[in-house]
């Protein structure tokens, strides 16, 4: 089993910078792929940044050049740093890593950003 833990969330006014941390513990042999999406009221889950398993990094759309994710191996961590947030970044932050062939999800991190 593999547990992820989030953290980092908080409230932001606009304009303003936060970094979300996630770890992952437990039996893990090997990970293939880590990252960041989010889920913010009435909406589907969409992803914000990731690390896939080809070996390339991609980010949502309304994110790039504010967001920047970056990972420590040694550690099973993967970090996401906001700058320039926005309202619209209101969220919940979910990490997810692809563990031996299976996905695990965090439960969340709430980030809102205040206008």
């Known amino acids: 089993q593999v547990q992820l833990v989030e953290s980092g969330g908080g409230v932001v006014q606009a304009g303003g910078s936060l970094r979300l941390s996630c770890a992952a513990s437990?039996?893990?042999?090997?990970?293939?792929?880590m990252g960041w999406y989010r889920q913010a009221p009435g909406k589907q889950r969409e992803l914000v940044a990731a690390?896939?398993?080809?070996?390339?990094?991609k980010f949502g759309d309304s994110v790039k050049g504010r967001f920047t994710i970056s990972r420590n191996n040694a550690k099973n961590m993967v970090y996401l740093e906001m700058n320039n947030l926005k309202p619209e970044d209101t969220a919940v932050y979910y990490c997810?890593?692809?563990?031996?062939?299976?996905?695990?999800w965090g439960e969340g991190t709430l980030v809102t950003v205040s206008s």
């Open positions: 997810h890593f692809l563990v031996d062939l299976m996905g695990y």
């Open positions: 690390f896939t398993a080809g070996g390339n990094t």
């Open positions: 437990g039996s893990i042999l090997s990970i293939a792929a």
